[in-house]
């Protein structure tokens, strides 16, 4: 069975830093599109970034926060990494990682990705 498992999530304040994690098994991750996406309370679940599969040549980030979070993968560890930097609060909400079959060119929305982990909570307060 295919499993997603984020960490990293907690509590930071604004213009800190965290470093979110997704640990994919038993697949190999090189042969699936990455993606990360948040969801707030009350509002709907958003794409945040995605890379491509093998090699995460091909990036997407959400407007919102470009220059402050970045995409990568390790495909021998089967990880998948979003690095965010500067966080505001409103960065905070669940943020899942997700996969899917890589077929095509990168398309980062929800509904694209079935494949979702349970979720990690980042939240940024003062």
């Known amino acids: 069975q295919v499993q997603l498992v984020e960490s990293g999530g907690g509590l930071v304040q604004p213009g800190g830093s965290l470093r979110l994690s997704c640990t994919a098994s038993?697949?190999?991750?090189?042969?699936?599109?990455i993606g990360w996406f948040r969801q707030a309370p009350g509002k709907e679940i958003e794409a945040v970034s995605c890379n491509s599969a093998p090699d995460g040549s091909t990036t997407w980030y959400t407007d919102s926060v470009k220059g402050r979070f970045t995409i990568s993968r390790d495909n021998v560890a089967n990880t998948a990494f979003l690095q965010m930097n500067n966080l505001k609060s409103e960065d905070t909400a669940v943020y899942y990682c997700a996969t899917t079959w890589s077929k095509g060119p990168l398309e980062c929305a929800p509904g694209r990705f079935p494949t979702r982990g349970r979720g990690t909570q980042v939240t940024v307060s003062s």
């Open positions: 038993p697949y190999a991750l090189e042969f699936y599109d």
